[in-house]
């Protein structure tokens, strides 16, 4: 069974620093893409980063020179570090598993983890 | 600035049929956009529907169906059920590793 754990969320203050992980677990890690999407409070969906098999990362425009994802695949992890939070990046973070076949979807999705940004 | 578009809200008798929608500000949406389709209920995380325009994912029933209609990406629900009330969302690609998630409809059944 495909899962995907996230943590590392909290309250930081406006300006500070949050590191998320997200462990995997169920598939071959080292073969898959893994992107990281927010939920604000009553919102939608926002596509966040990904991070493709071969370390290759990419970023919406609202996080770009501000967050770094990154993997480790000694770990079956990957990593969001959010630097210059404002409060907008208050959100529901989740993990989720990214298709191999050149399909671009969603495979699997994790329960999030909550980042707060307040003073 | 590049925006997907989809109705904010849509309300469905049980038993009856919806078509959502999910547009681009600029331009057309075509399969080489790989169009997906999630479901969210509240206070839970998406599930996977469609992917690849029409493809049902895994344990999705057949009254889920994906399409291109005109210049959109559509989601049709065949024989809505009560439980199908929840928040649907598409995304689509965008080359160059970025993808871009629609605001969202809302779906009440009743």
């Known amino acids: 069974e495909i899962q995907l754990l996230e943590s590392g969320g909290g309250l930081v203050q406006p300006g500070g620093s949050l590191r998320l992980s997200c462990a995997a677990s169920g598939f071959t890690f080292s073969s898959y893409g893994l992107s990281w999407v927010r939920q604000a409070p009553e919102k939608g969906l926002e596509w966040v980063s990904l991070?493709?098999?071969?370390?290759?990362?990419y970023y919406a425009d609202s996080v770009t020179g501000r967050f770094t994802i990154s993997r480790d695949n000694s770990k079956d992890t990957i990593y969001l570090q959010m630097n210059s939070l404002r409060a907008e990046d208050t959100a529901l973070y989740y993990c989720?598993?990214?298709?191999?076949?050149?399909?671009?979807?969603?495979?699997?999705w994790g329960q999030g983890t909550l980042v707060t940004v307040s003073s | 600035q590049t925006v997907v578009t989809q109705e904010p809200s849509f309300s469905v008798s049980p038993g009856g049929t919806v078509t959502l929608t999910c547009g681009l500000s600029?331009?057309?949406?075509?399969?080489?956009?790989?169009p997906s389709w999630y479901q969210q209920t509240p206070g839970q995380a998406p599930r996977t529907l469609i992917f690849s325009t029409d493809t049902r994912s895994s344990g999705v029933p057949d009254r889920f169906s994906g399409s291109i209609l005109g210049n959109k990406a559509a989601l049709t629900i065949t024989g809505a059920q009560a439980d199908d009330e929840s928040t649907f969302y598409c995304v689509l690609y965008l080359g160059s590793g970025i993808s871009m998630f629609g605001g969202g409809t809302k779906v009440t059944v009743l």
């Open positions: 991070i493709n098999q071969y370390g290759n990362t």
């Open positions: 989720a598993k990214r298709d191999t076949s050149g399909r671009y979807y969603f495979t699997n």
């Open positions: 600029s331009g057309s949406v075509s399969t080489s956009h790989h």
